[in-house]
């Protein structure tokens, strides 16, 4: 269990340009979720996916944001445009089962850190 | 839909010193709950959870909540916290029996220890 890895650790980007992040969960960890987290707030859902299809998107994931997991594996999160609100700690995380199974808790990456400058 | 607050966002307390850390959910459906903790420059990490069963549960290093369905509440308590404990901590609920299995979050709380 080499856990959840997130790349880059941290970005910086100018107003209007667009990022793409990358998540390599646990292996055979069927289940990936993306999740937003702001300074003094919990993360919030933006996403997830079940294998290759995503099943789930939060109304806070705007026409700017898409997802994607194309072969079940890693996942990459891209952001077009982006505006100085979209500063945060981005967090992935991955499960091996539907929530609540025994022993099936969220496991988390470190994030990755958007400045929007 | 499910929410989940924390009305405390920092709990200062003293080494040795007993802690209670509160949390309150809304749902009108049967949920699963959790604490999440966040030490400095580290990821979450599960710290335990009501699945069902007995309403008190344990983790590893001296944690318990108990789950009270009367009164909507999970509250974190440790009957002695130490320098290592500093921490943030989010409560969390997931929908029983539901393929949308997503976790909502609270605001966290964030426990400072003194010596």
């Known amino acids: 269990d080499t856990g959840v890895s997130q790349n880059p650790r941290h970005k910086i980007t100018k107003r209007g340009q667009n990022v793409t992040f990358r998540c390599d969960p646990i292996s055979e960890h069927n289940r990936l979720y993306w999740y937003r987290q702001t300074l003094g707030q919990g993360p919030e859902f933006l996403t997830y996916?079940?294998?290759?299809?995503?099943?789930?998107k939060s109304r806070l994931l705007s026409d700017r944001f898409s997802a994607e997991r194309p072969k079940g594996s890693f996942s990459t999160l891209e952001i077009q445009r982006t505006e100085q609100g979209d500063s945060a700690m981005y967090l992935c995380?991955?499960?091996?089962?539907?929530?609540?199974?025994?022993?099936?808790?969220?496991?988390f990456g470190n994030g990755t850190r958007l400045t929007v400058t | 839909a499910q929410s989940v607050t924390q009305l405390d966002s920092q709990v200062p307390v003293f080494e040795e010193a007993p802690v209670e850390l509160r949390c309150n959910y809304s749902?009108?459906?049967?949920?699963?709950l959790f604490w999440y903790v966040q030490y400095p420059n580290q990821g979450l990490q599960l710290l335990l959870k009501y699945l069902s069963g007995s309403t008190l549960v344990e983790s590893i290093n001296g944690f318990e909540a108990e789950f009270n369905k009367s009164q909507t509440s999970f509250h974190l308590r440790k009957p002695s916290v130490h320098i290592s404990d500093t921490a943030e901590y989010f409560c969390?609920?997931?929908?029983?029996?539901?393929?949308?299995?997503?976790?909502?979050f609270g605001s966290g709380t964030r426990l400072s220890i003194r010596p």
């Open positions: 996916f079940q294998n290759e299809a995503q099943l789930e």
């Open positions: 969390a609920v997931s929908q029983m029996y539901s393929s949308a299995s997503k976790i909502i």
């Open positions: 995380a991955s499960s091996r089962r539907p929530m609540g199974d025994d022993n099936s808790p969220l496991h």
């Open positions: 749902s009108s459906v049967s949920v699963y």
